[in-house]
């Protein structure tokens, strides 16, 4: 959901959720957004409440106080739910970095949502202060946001991307890092990276193609292993096809195909199988737990069931778990 979004933005969202969780609050409602928004980007809160910004950043918190009824306050351990009318500021701030033609979505395209959304309590905050949907989104579309991982600290990371997932092997003692280049237009290649916990430099997992995703890896605490998902991009038909799953020995580097699309099997009668996501790895890894989708054929289509399953690695055979979705195409 958040791939597009800026550093600052998630912030901003972080910042909320903490917001919220002070005020007592059972969700993420639109005041508490803005108070993270003003909170995360100094420059938008100068910019739009230019007069004392601190001062008028206060007030705003002040006015929010006494429109408020205080709880208890939730640990910010609890993940706390959007309001609806927060929801609908996410979308708003999406149509408005496409409507600008920007590739990310920053603070200042969640301060127009919030605009956008005209008769929640967070809108009349900035209105009762001069601010206007008109005039903010003019300066916004001035300047498009910051990218996001355009500077990997740490060696060995290229640019362009943000850590999606971070995994630790016990047995090689060595970190495995998820790569996501976010805001791309189908958002791959995804890449793996990995390091001793004593070195300074990452190094890639493998090699694969341009048009081939390494992703949603897991590992285990008694084998030097990772076990990873391979996507590869159709242009033709403008999405991934699942293109296998790999097994990468991290103390010799071994790179071996363990499940492939053509010797995956399933007892039941169904047309494409495909292996969506991993989820687990079992401590002898010797078994893959996975998020499947089988298509089953209905009249006029297919229908494709998604499913928690194993699948032992040895004869590569699934055996379901628990149903999670449909997805009719």
């Keep these: 959901m ?27 409602e639109t005041e508490h957004l803005l108070l993270g928004i003003l909170r995360e980007d100094k420059a938008l809160t100068n910019q739009f409440l230019p007069l004392r910004s601190h001062a008028a950043a206060e007030s705003i918190r002040e006015q929010i106080e006494g429109h408020t009824v205080i709880r208890e306050k939730v640990s910010t351990s609890v993940d706390l739910p959007l309001s609806d009318e927060c929801k609908r500021i996410l979308i708003h ?29 967070g809108a009349q905050l900035l209105n ?58 189908h958002l791959l290649p995804t890449r793996l990276f990995m390091r001793h916990k004593d070195a300074e430099a990452y190094e890639q997992i493998g090699s694969p193609a341009e048009d081939v995703s390494y992703e949603s890896p897991v590992t285990c605490d008694g084998r030097p292993l990772v076990v990873f998902n ?21 103390k010799t580097k071994e790179l071996v195909l363990c499940i492939s699309p053509e010797k995956l ?3 039941e009668p169904h047309g494409r199988l495909s292996i969506v996501e991993l989820v687990s790895l079992s401590e002898d890894a010797r078994t893959v737990y996975a998020n499947i989708g089988i298509e089953k054929a209905v009249s006029g289509g297919g229908v494709v069931h998604y499913h928690l399953a194993k699948v032992d690695l040895a004869d590569q055979e699934v055996r379901l778990l628990s149903r999670l979705m449909d997805t009719r195409f």
């Design 230 to 250: 391979s996507i590869k991009w159709d242009k033709v038909r403008n999405g991934g096809d699942w293109d296998g799953v790999y097994s990468f020995n991290l």
């Design 2 to 28: 958040f791939e597009r979004y800026t550093e600052k933005a998630r912030r901003s969202i972080f910042f909320a959720r903490y917001e919220a969780s002070q005020f007592g609050s059972p969700y993420i």
């Design 128 to 185: 009762e202060r001069g601010v206007s949907l008109d005039m903010a989104r003019e300066q916004v579309g001035r300047k498009a946001p910051e990218p996001i991982g355009s500077s990997p600290r740490s060696a060995g990371l290229p640019a362009g991307y943000t850590s999606h997932r971070l995994l630790y092997n016990i047995a090689a003692e060595t970190l495995i890092l998820e790569l996501r280049r976010p805001g791309s237009e």
């Design 265 to 267: 099997q399933f007892s």
């Design 93 to 121: 701030a999406e149509e408005e970095a496409n409507h600008f033609s920007h590739k990310f979505i920053g603070t200042g395209h969640l301060f127009l949502g919030v605009l956008r959304e005209r008769e929640c309590f």
